[in-house]
């Protein structure tokens, strides 16, 4: 006998993408915590500035974080392109900033992106 397609089946089917099958990728709150949260929060700047409202918000733009000349004059807006390219190379996109720190997978990248999307009234 064959069982029928439910909700859960598709749902893991879907989300598979290059995960094992059925296996859930990584939320962004729990990539953001693990790879970013020990130079950033949310709400208060750290080692690194503060991300919530990063999403819409001009880089180097907190008058309460010491940013990198490079990253005062880069001119970035940062959106989905232009955070996808920081996280895959922060020097690559802005030779001379002050993070060394990148995020090699895309899928954790995408999640983190739209993570710090939600807190963002720039959406």
């Keep these: 006998m064959t069982r029928p397609f439910t909700a859960f089946t598709v749902v893991g089917l879907c989300v598979a993408g290059s995960t094992l099958v059925g296996q859930q990728p990584p939320a962004g709150k729990d990539l953001f915590t693990k790879r970013c949260g020990g130079c950033h929060a949310l709400d208060r700047d750290k080692e690194g500035p503060r991300l919530g ?33 920081w996280l895959a190379g922060p020097d690559d996109l802005v030779p001379g900033n002050d993070m060394s720190f990148h995020v090699e997978n895309a899928e954790e990248r995408a999640a983190i992106i739209a993570y710090l999307k939600q807190y963002s009234p720039h959406q």
């Design 53 to 85: 409202g990063v999403y819409g918000r001009a880089a180097a733009s907190l008058d309460s974080f010491a940013y990198s000349d490079a990253l005062k004059k880069s001119k970035i807006v940062w959106n989905q392109e232009s955070l996808e390219r």
